[in-house]
Protein backbone atom coordinates (compact mmCIF):
# COMPACT_ATOMS: atom_id res chain seq x y z
CA UNK A 1 0.00 0.00 0.00
CA UNK A 2 1.49 3.85 -0.53
CA UNK A 3 1.14 4.97 2.79
CA UNK A 4 3.31 1.33 4.08
CA UNK A 5 5.87 2.49 1.59
CA UNK A 6 5.67 5.70 2.52
CA UNK A 7 6.44 4.81 6.07
CA UNK A 8 9.71 3.08 5.03
CA UNK A 9 10.18 5.97 2.78
CA UNK A 10 10.03 8.25 6.15
CA UNK A 11 12.30 5.68 8.67
CA UNK A 12 15.05 5.11 6.24
CA UNK A 13 15.48 8.80 5.77
CA UNK A 14 15.38 9.50 9.28
CA UNK A 15 18.00 6.69 9.36
CA UNK A 16 20.09 8.04 7.41
CA UNK A 17 19.83 11.66 8.71
CA UNK A 18 20.43 10.87 12.72
CA UNK A 19 23.61 8.59 11.49
CA UNK A 20 25.32 11.15 9.75
CA UNK A 21 28.08 8.80 8.13
CA UNK A 22 28.32 8.52 4.87
CA UNK A 23 26.99 6.02 2.52
CA UNK A 24 29.91 3.99 0.63
CA UNK A 25 29.47 1.60 -2.36
CA UNK A 26 32.43 -0.50 -2.68
CA UNK A 27 33.71 -3.44 -4.41
CA UNK A 28 30.16 -4.65 -5.30
CA UNK A 29 28.60 -5.97 -8.16
CA UNK A 30 25.00 -5.01 -8.11
CA UNK A 31 22.46 -6.21 -10.98
CA UNK A 32 20.17 -3.49 -11.36
CA UNK A 33 18.85 -0.13 -10.09
CA UNK A 34 20.17 0.78 -6.43
CA UNK A 35 18.15 2.98 -4.15
CA UNK A 36 20.16 4.68 -1.66
CA UNK A 37 19.13 7.11 1.30
CA UNK A 38 22.20 9.04 2.94
CA UNK A 39 23.45 11.76 4.43
CA UNK A 40 26.06 11.63 1.63
CA UNK A 41 26.96 9.18 -0.82
CA UNK A 42 30.51 8.15 -1.78
CA UNK A 43 30.86 5.66 -4.89
CA UNK A 44 34.58 4.17 -5.31
CA UNK A 45 36.44 3.02 -8.22
CA UNK A 46 35.62 -0.33 -7.39
CA UNK A 47 31.82 0.01 -7.43
CA UNK A 48 29.70 -1.38 -10.38
CA UNK A 49 25.91 -0.68 -10.96
CA UNK A 50 24.20 -2.61 -13.68
CA UNK A 51 21.41 0.11 -13.19
CA UNK A 52 20.03 3.12 -12.45
CA UNK A 53 21.26 4.48 -9.37
CA UNK A 54 18.65 6.73 -7.73
CA UNK A 55 19.91 8.43 -4.36
CA UNK A 56 17.87 10.63 -1.69
CA UNK A 57 20.98 13.24 0.27
CA UNK A 58 21.19 16.75 1.21
CA UNK A 59 24.82 16.55 -0.90
CA UNK A 60 25.64 15.32 -4.31
CA UNK A 61 27.30 12.22 -4.33
CA UNK A 62 31.22 11.79 -5.02
CA UNK A 63 31.57 9.59 -7.66
CA UNK A 64 34.51 8.16 -8.60
CA UNK A 65 35.90 8.29 -11.96
CA UNK A 66 36.51 4.38 -12.33
CA UNK A 67 33.43 3.81 -10.80
CA UNK A 68 30.88 1.83 -13.63
CA UNK A 69 27.04 2.77 -13.39
CA UNK A 70 25.25 1.88 -16.50
CA UNK A 71 22.03 4.12 -16.02
CA UNK A 72 21.80 7.02 -15.27
CA UNK A 73 22.18 8.59 -11.97
CA UNK A 74 19.37 10.71 -9.97
CA UNK A 75 19.83 13.04 -6.94
CA UNK A 76 17.01 13.99 -5.33
CA UNK A 77 18.22 16.69 -2.53
CA UNK A 78 16.60 16.75 0.72
CA UNK A 79 17.28 19.77 3.77
CA UNK A 80 19.20 18.82 6.15
CA UNK A 81 17.13 17.75 8.79
CA UNK A 82 16.38 20.36 11.23
CA UNK A 83 17.09 20.29 15.22
CA UNK A 84 14.91 18.21 16.89
CA UNK A 85 12.39 20.77 18.88
CA UNK A 86 13.67 18.77 22.57
CA UNK A 87 17.15 19.24 21.68
CA UNK A 88 16.60 22.92 20.64
CA UNK A 89 14.53 23.35 24.31
CA UNK A 90 17.59 21.83 26.52
CA UNK A 91 20.34 24.33 24.34
CA UNK A 92 18.34 26.80 25.41
CA UNK A 93 17.74 26.04 28.84
CA UNK A 94 21.49 25.55 28.96
CA UNK A 95 22.03 28.66 27.05
CA UNK A 96 20.01 30.58 29.69
CA UNK A 97 21.56 28.55 32.87
CA UNK A 98 25.08 29.76 32.06
CA UNK A 99 23.53 33.70 31.09
CA UNK A 100 21.86 33.57 34.34
CA UNK A 101 25.60 32.04 36.23
CA UNK A 102 27.36 34.57 34.13
CA UNK A 103 25.42 37.49 35.76
CA UNK A 104 25.50 36.22 39.16
CA UNK A 105 29.39 35.96 38.66
CA UNK A 106 30.05 39.33 37.45
CA UNK A 107 27.71 40.95 40.37
CA UNK A 108 30.11 38.31 42.96
CA UNK A 109 32.99 40.02 41.27
CA UNK A 110 31.92 43.53 41.27
CA UNK A 111 30.63 43.74 44.88
CA UNK A 112 33.47 41.57 46.42
CA UNK A 113 36.38 42.12 44.25
CA UNK A 114 39.46 42.06 46.42
CA UNK A 115 38.24 38.31 48.27
CA UNK A 116 36.71 37.05 44.69
CA UNK A 117 40.14 37.97 43.30
CA UNK A 118 42.27 36.55 46.19
CA UNK A 119 39.90 33.35 46.41
CA UNK A 120 40.43 32.72 42.67
CA UNK A 121 44.39 33.38 42.83
CA UNK A 122 44.87 31.14 45.60
CA UNK A 123 43.40 27.90 43.21
CA UNK A 124 46.85 29.00 41.32
CA UNK A 125 49.06 29.24 44.60
CA UNK A 126 47.90 26.08 45.76
CA UNK A 127 46.17 23.91 43.41
CA UNK A 128 46.62 20.63 44.97
CA UNK A 129 45.19 21.92 48.34
CA UNK A 130 41.83 23.57 46.51
CA UNK A 131 41.27 20.02 44.18
CA UNK A 132 41.53 18.02 47.79
CA UNK A 133 39.65 20.52 49.95
CA UNK A 134 37.45 21.09 47.18
CA UNK A 135 36.42 17.22 46.69
CA UNK A 136 36.03 16.77 50.40
CA UNK A 137 33.79 19.67 50.42
CA UNK A 138 31.80 18.79 47.48
CA UNK A 139 31.23 14.89 48.90
CA UNK A 140 31.54 14.99 51.99
CA UNK A 141 29.25 17.88 53.35
CA UNK A 142 26.01 16.36 52.27
CA UNK A 143 26.52 12.79 54.39
CA UNK A 144 27.85 15.12 56.80
CA UNK A 145 24.37 17.10 57.21
CA UNK A 146 22.27 14.24 56.80
CA UNK A 147 24.03 12.40 59.69
CA UNK A 148 23.57 15.75 61.94
CA UNK A 149 20.31 15.80 60.62
CA UNK A 150 19.02 12.71 62.23
CA UNK A 151 20.39 13.44 65.55
CA UNK A 152 18.50 15.56 68.43
CA UNK A 153 21.67 17.32 69.04
CA UNK A 154 22.78 18.57 65.19
CA UNK A 155 19.77 18.53 63.65
CA UNK A 156 19.28 22.68 63.54
CA UNK A 157 23.35 22.61 62.68
CA UNK A 158 22.88 19.92 59.58
CA UNK A 159 19.84 22.09 58.50
CA UNK A 160 22.40 24.96 58.17
CA UNK A 161 25.07 23.06 56.94
CA UNK A 162 22.32 22.14 53.77
CA UNK A 163 21.51 25.86 53.77
CA UNK A 164 25.01 27.01 53.20
CA UNK A 165 26.06 24.13 51.20
CA UNK A 166 24.33 25.03 47.53
CA UNK A 167 25.36 29.13 47.82
CA UNK A 168 29.18 27.69 48.92
CA UNK A 169 29.03 25.43 46.32
CA UNK A 170 27.94 28.20 43.32
CA UNK A 171 30.35 30.62 45.10
CA UNK A 172 33.25 27.88 44.45
CA UNK A 173 31.83 27.62 40.53
CA UNK A 174 32.08 31.32 40.07
CA UNK A 175 35.30 31.39 41.41
CA UNK A 176 37.03 28.23 39.63
CA UNK A 177 35.03 30.57 36.29
CA UNK A 178 37.53 33.76 37.53
CA UNK A 179 40.49 31.47 38.09
CA UNK A 180 40.37 30.52 34.19
CA UNK A 181 39.00 33.92 32.97
CA UNK A 182 42.31 35.14 34.82
CA UNK A 183 44.60 32.52 32.96
CA UNK A 184 43.04 34.24 30.06
CA UNK A 185 43.34 37.86 31.02
CA UNK A 186 46.88 37.33 32.12
CA UNK A 187 47.83 35.99 28.25
CA UNK A 188 46.62 39.11 27.11
CA UNK A 189 47.48 41.63 29.63
CA UNK A 190 50.87 41.04 30.78
CA UNK A 191 52.61 43.22 33.46
CA UNK A 192 50.40 45.26 36.03
CA UNK A 193 47.31 45.03 37.45
CA UNK A 194 44.39 44.42 35.77
CA UNK A 195 41.57 46.59 35.61
CA UNK A 196 38.13 45.08 36.98
CA UNK A 197 36.56 45.65 33.29
CA UNK A 198 39.17 43.47 31.74
CA UNK A 199 38.64 41.25 34.82
CA UNK A 200 34.77 40.81 33.87
CA UNK A 201 35.28 40.62 30.27
CA UNK A 202 37.54 37.37 30.79
CA UNK A 203 34.75 35.95 33.11
CA UNK A 204 32.23 36.91 29.88
CA UNK A 205 34.45 35.06 27.67
CA UNK A 206 35.42 32.10 29.91
CA UNK A 207 31.83 31.67 30.08
CA UNK A 208 31.08 31.62 26.30
CA UNK A 209 34.10 29.37 25.59
CA UNK A 210 32.33 26.84 28.29
CA UNK A 211 29.27 27.47 26.94
CA UNK A 212 30.48 25.97 23.35
CA UNK A 213 32.21 23.09 25.45
CA UNK A 214 28.99 22.39 26.93
CA UNK A 215 27.82 21.23 23.17
CA UNK A 216 30.11 18.46 23.80
CA UNK A 217 28.34 15.32 26.01
CA UNK A 218 31.06 15.14 28.16
CA UNK A 219 33.73 17.50 28.28
CA UNK A 220 31.34 20.67 29.06
CA UNK A 221 30.09 19.12 32.27
CA UNK A 222 33.96 17.72 33.76
CA UNK A 223 35.29 21.36 32.77
CA UNK A 224 32.25 22.74 34.57
CA UNK A 225 32.54 20.37 37.83
CA UNK A 226 36.83 20.99 37.62
CA UNK A 227 35.83 24.63 37.87
CA UNK A 228 33.95 24.09 40.53
CA UNK A 229 35.98 21.89 42.48
CA UNK A 230 38.63 23.61 42.48
CA UNK A 231 36.52 27.09 43.20
CA UNK A 232 35.28 25.21 46.12
CA UNK A 233 38.49 24.55 47.63
CA UNK A 234 39.94 28.20 47.22
CA UNK A 235 37.20 29.64 48.79
CA UNK A 236 37.13 27.35 52.35
CA UNK A 237 40.79 28.39 52.17
CA UNK A 238 40.80 32.02 51.72
CA UNK A 239 37.80 31.67 53.98
CA UNK A 240 40.00 30.20 56.59
CA UNK A 241 42.66 32.89 55.93
CA UNK A 242 40.35 35.63 56.39
CA UNK A 243 39.40 33.71 60.02
CA UNK A 244 42.83 34.14 61.10
CA UNK A 245 43.78 37.30 60.07
CA UNK A 246 41.07 38.34 61.86
CA UNK A 247 42.06 36.68 65.33
CA UNK A 248 45.86 38.05 65.04
CA UNK A 249 45.59 40.41 68.06
CA UNK A 250 46.64 44.60 66.66
CA UNK A 251 49.45 45.58 69.02
CA UNK A 252 49.31 49.16 69.67
CA UNK A 253 52.11 51.37 69.66
Not at 60 to 85: D, F, K, Q, S, Y
Not at 89 to 108: D, Q, S
Not at 202 to 228: D, H, N, Q, R, T
Amino acid sequence: PANMVERERKFRLEQAMESGKPQEIAEKIVEGDVLVYAQSLRILPSAKIGGRLMYHSPEAAEIAPGAAITGAVTHHPLERPAMPAARQAAHGAVAFFLLMLLVTGIVYHLLFPRFSTSAADVIGERPWASLGLGVAMLFATPPVAVGLMLTAVGALLGILVLMLYLPLLLLGFLTGMLFAGGLLLRSIHRGGTAARGWRVLSLIVAFLILGLLCMAPVLGPLLALAAAIFGLGAVTLRMFRVRRASQVPVVAA
